[in-house]
């Protein structure tokens, strides 16, 4: 379908990481805490491991074959990458918005939106079922004509530039925001504070939100995250936590047709059969605290995970099965283990000591020819 534009983009993004970190230790200032970061990096990590097993090749089948029965054959070089610059756009912001609206596609975007810090780290957090909501919103573009090629690669640039806009280190950019999605237009997006709350759903254009009154400058501090917290770093448990809350709640429904609404009413929808939910401590945030000790062995291990990561989503398709899979568990393993040794989580030692452990076998059984 096209090259794969965010894996080969893996070295850049740390790259991007590294200066920030850099940048914001002149200023004095602390963007970034272990345990969230694990939790965003883990995120992506989960949604690029998916992306390998299926759902790369279930979005380029199915865009595929659409394209093969499009309405029409758009004429000349330019006016594909014309319909699909607007094309993407477009459909991005309408499945961005509705995914603030509608609880089923909100319970894989909320993913996105948990951490209560605001850096580059946090554009890698992504839902593994992301593809699975977004992809209805991009099919009809194959059948309006625009090519696979020219569609991913599009989707892959506009994927790469809202990594920058990630950032508290960037200042309001003034009139260029009228025209662009920016690092304090995109702020506002993921704040929880009431006056920012379902603004700026731009991709790349801040067109679309000044048309559809969903436009909203920065005009006061940001805070982060979601209104009802997830509190915790689990990579894992943030991928399927709001889903377990919808299946829950639609379970407690005085009536099937109340069960029903649960999935597909606003978040913000809430009748007096729910309760009070819980709410966000706009003054705090979740901060388990562990040894000094613990977080550097932490950091050094998800060091030499993101290596590999990077190595398998590169390459892991050419494994043969057996140790294709014994990369995915041990990965998934690693997602579990590590964030939890910096919460402090009593099963994350012994958790932990498995894993090292899996990791030894698993390199006694390829040294020796095994796998």
């Given at each position: 379908?096209?090259?794969?534009?965010?894996?080969?983009?893996?070295?850049?993004?740390?790259?991007?990481?590294?200066?920030?970190?850099?940048?914001?230790?002149?200023k004095g200032r602390r963007v970034y805490r272990l345990g969230d970061a694990m939790g965003d990096?883990?995120?992506g990590i989960a949604q690029q491991v998916v992306g390998l097993l299926f759902a790369t090749a279930a979005i380029g089948g199915s865009y595929g074959w659409l394209y093969g029965h499009r309405l029409w054959t758009l004429p000349t070089a330019w006016l594909p990458w014309v319909a699909a610059v607007t094309g993407v756009e477009v459909a991005y912001y309408w499945w961005h918005r509705l995914s603030?609206?509608?609880?089923?596609?909100?319970?894989?975007?909320?993913?996105?939106?948990?951490?209560?810090?605001?850096?580059?780290?946090?554009?890698l957090r992504q839902s593994v079922t992301t593809w699975a909501t977004s992809l209805p919103f991009y099919l009809p573009l194959a059948l309006l004509g625009v090519p696979p090629f020219h569609f991913a690669v599009i989707l892959g640039l506009s994927t790469l530039y809202q990594f920058w806009i990630h950032t508290e280190l960037?200042?309001?950019?003034?009139?260029?925001?009228?025209?662009?999605?920016?690092?304090?237009?995109h702020r506002v997006h993921h704040a929880i504070n009431p006056r920012y709350l379902d603004k700026n759903h731009a991709a790349t254009f801040s067109v679309l939100d000044?048309?559809?009154?969903?436009?909203?400058?920065?005009?006061?501090?940001?805070?982060?995250?979601?209104?009802?917290?997830?509190?915790?770093?689990?990579?894992?448990?943030?991928?399927?936590?709001?889903?377990?809350?919808?299946f829950r709640l639609a379970a407690r429904a005085p009536s099937v047709g109340q069960g029903l609404r649960v999935f597909f009413a606003s978040p913000a929808w809430r009748?007096?059969?729910?309760?009070?939910?819980?709410?966000?401590?706009?003054?705090?945030?979740?901060?388990?605290?562990?040894?000094?000790?613990?977080?550097?062995?932490?950091?050094?291990?998800?060091?030499?995970?993101?290596g590999g990561v990077f190595a398998f989503l590169m390459w892991g398709r050419g494994l043969a099965p057996a140790p294709f899979w014994a990369a995915v568990g041990l990965i998934a393993l690693s997602l579990?283990?590590?964030?939890?040794?910096?919460?402090?989580k009593p099963w994350a030692r012994p958790?932990?000591?498995?894993?090292?452990?899996?990791?030894?076998?698993?390199?006694?059984?390829?040294?020796?020819g095994v796998l």
């Open positions: 379908m096209g090259p794969n534009l965010i894996a080969l983009a893996i070295p850049l993004f740390f790259v991007g990481i590294a200066i920030e970190l850099v940048v914001a230790k002149a990096m883990g995120c603030h609206e509608v609880n089923l596609l909100w319970a894989a975007h909320v993913v996105h939106h948990h951490s209560e810090d605001y850096n580059l780290a946090v554009a960037v200042p309001p950019l003034g009139a260029l925001e009228k025209w662009l999605n920016t690092p304090a237009l000044r048309a559809f009154g969903t436009w909203m400058p920065e005009t006061e501090a940001c805070v982060y995250g979601t209104t009802r917290p997830i509190n915790s770093f689990n990579p894992l448990w943030a991928q399927v936590e709001t889903y377990v809350d919808l009748p007096a059969w729910m309760g009070e939910p819980t709410r966000r401590d706009f003054a705090t945030k979740y901060q388990p605290t562990t040894s000094v000790g613990v977080q550097r062995y932490a950091l050094v291990q998800w060091l030499v995970l993101l579990a283990a590590l964030p939890a040794l910096v919460e402090g958790l932990e000591a498995g894993r090292v452990a899996t990791v030894l076998v698993l390199a006694g059984a390829w040294g020796a």
